[in-house]
């Protein structure tokens, strides 16, 4: 038993190792020193919602905890600079709830420079069969290109 334990926790700790040059480790946050970036959720209803997260910054993943229940509000700590994010949305746009069209998902590669102490929100808007994405500061002016992306019929999955 001790050998297996053993085993399980070194095969872990392999496994754990080789992804972390691929994961975004967050600095610390103090609010002098560093920003924090969000997506964004444009609910409606349970028929009508248009949401978005980051899924890497600078190339490496950003994970969530499972525990998060809306990983697009949860705030992720950067040093200054200019970063590039990758950017999830997801939305819905049908009458009703019991439709059979949608979800649908686009991502999309902005860049933007972060200033230390400040806030910054993704946000996207859908027009016609494209969707708009772009990094905003806490005024809502955009601090990033505006990026238009075709987006696809969403694969079913509890897991974004």
Not at 52 to 81: A, C, E, H, R
């Amino acid at each position: 038993m001790k050998k297996m334990i053993s085993l399980l926790f070194t095969l872990t700790m392999l496994l754990m190792g080789c992804a972390s040059d691929k994961i975004y480790r967050e600095p610390p946050i103090v609010p002098t020193k560093t920003a924090i970036i969000h997506g964004f959720d444009h609910t409606l209803s349970a028929a009508n919602w248009h949401n978005g997260k980051v899924t890497t910054v600078d190339g490496k993943n950003v994970i969530y905890s499972m525990f998060i229940i809306d990983d697009y509000s949860y705030n992720i700590s950067l040093i200054p600079g200019a970063h590039r994010f990758e950017i999830k949305t997801t939305f819905n746009q049908v009458p009703t709830f019991f439709s059979t069209e949608g979800p649908y998902e686009a991502t999309a590669s902005v860049q933007a420079m972060i200033v230390a102490g400040h806030n910054y929100t993704l946000n996207g808007t859908i027009e016609g069969s494209t969707v708009k994405l772009w990094v905003e500061n806490s005024s809502g002016k955009a601090v990033s290109d505006v990026v238009t992306t075709a987006y696809k019929k969403s694969k079913a999955s509890l897991v974004s």
